[in-house]
């Protein structure tokens, strides 16, 4: 009952409406839950870890105050910028003659 509280789940999803069923189920299942969320996360945060290392040792602590900021902005606008990229590049290869090749691989 600790790890999945099922008859409080139970409880719940019988006082509330059905419209929480999905967060009741998350909570019925919360192990379950967290290894997804952690499991997603775990590439995200391993690589910004080891980028900030691999930076924290390449600068000096004059150098950091310097570009830290703009490394950080950097981090921010760059996914942005993909996922524009990418509709562009998709929306390019709808209008290409095809002649026998996939349209995602003349747009890369």
């Known amino acids: 009952p600790i790890l999945h509280p099922h ?5 719940l999803a019988a006082a509330l409406p059905t419209s929480f069923m999905a967060p009741i189920s998350l909570y019925r299942n919360w192990t379950f839950s967290m290894f997804y969320f952690i499991a997603e996360m775990w590439g995200s945060v391993v690589l910004s870890i080891l980028f ?10 004059k150098e950091a105050k310097k570009y830290y900021p703009v490394l950080g902005f950097i981090a921010n606008v760059a996914p942005i910028l993909g996922g524009q990229y990418v509709r562009f590049a998709s929306e390019i290869s ?7 090749m996939d349209p995602w691989e003349i747009s890369l």
């Open 94 to 100: 709808g209008g290409l003659p095809v002649n026998g």
């Open 7 to 11: 008859d409080a789940a139970n409880a």
């Open 52 to 61: 900030w290392g691999l930076a924290n040792q390449i600068c000096t602590v």
